[in-house]
C-alpha cells in the first residue's frame, strides 16, 4: 500500500526557517510529480511547491522567492525549505504525489496525500 509519510512541521517564529519532508512508502513504479499543498483556516487548499520527474518545478507567487523544492529520487522523498517565514504561511501543509504503480497486468497514474503537518508562524 501506498503511503506518504510527512515530517517537520512545528511552531516557529516569523523570519526563521523551517523544512518540510515527505517520504513515499510502498511498491511503485515510478514518481511522475511530488509537491506540497496548503490549507489556512477558511481558505481553499492551494500549491506551494510542485518538482517533475524532470526536476521542473513550480511555486505559487507568494512563496518563490522563500521556499525550494527538492527530489531525492533514489529515496523517494522531497524536502521543502522554507526561510523568511511569515505569519500568513501558518496553515496544515499536506505533501502531494503523482505515483505509478502496476498490479502487474495494468500501470496506474494516481494522485496520493498525505495527512499533513501542522506549520504555524507567529508574529
Known amino acids: 500500500q501506498v503511503q506518504l509519510v510527512e515530517s517537520g512541521g512545528g511552531l516557529v517564529q516569523a523570519g526563521t526557517s523551517l523544512t518540510l519532508s515527505c517520504a513515499v512508502s510502498?511498491?511503485?513504479?515510478?514518481?511522475?510529480?511530488m509537491g506540497w499543498h496548503r490549507q489556512a483556516p477558511g481558505k481553499e487548499r492551494e500549491l506551494v511547491a510542485i518538482?517533475?520527474?524532470?526536476?521542473?518545478?513550480k511555486y505559487a507567487e507568494s512563496v518563490k522567492d522563500r521556499f525550494t523544492i527538492s527530489m531525492d529520487n533514489e529515496k523517494k522523498a522531497i524536502d521543502l525549505q522554507m526561510s523568511n517565514l511569515k505569519p500568513e504561511d501558518t496553515a496544515v501543509y499536506y505533501c502531494?504525489?503523482?505515483?505509478?504503480?502496476?498490479?502487474?497486468?495494468?500501470?496506474?497514474?494516481?494522485?496520493?496525500w498525505g495527512e499533513g503537518t501542522q506549520v504555524t508562524v507567529s508574529s
Open positions: 510502498g511498491s511503485i513504479v515510478s514518481i511522475n510529480a
Open positions: 518538482i517533475g520527474r524532470d526536476s521542473s518545478t
Open positions: 502531494y504525489a503523482e505515483i505509478e504503480t502496476t498490479d502487474y497486468s495494468s500501470h496506474y497514474l494516481s494522485p496520493y
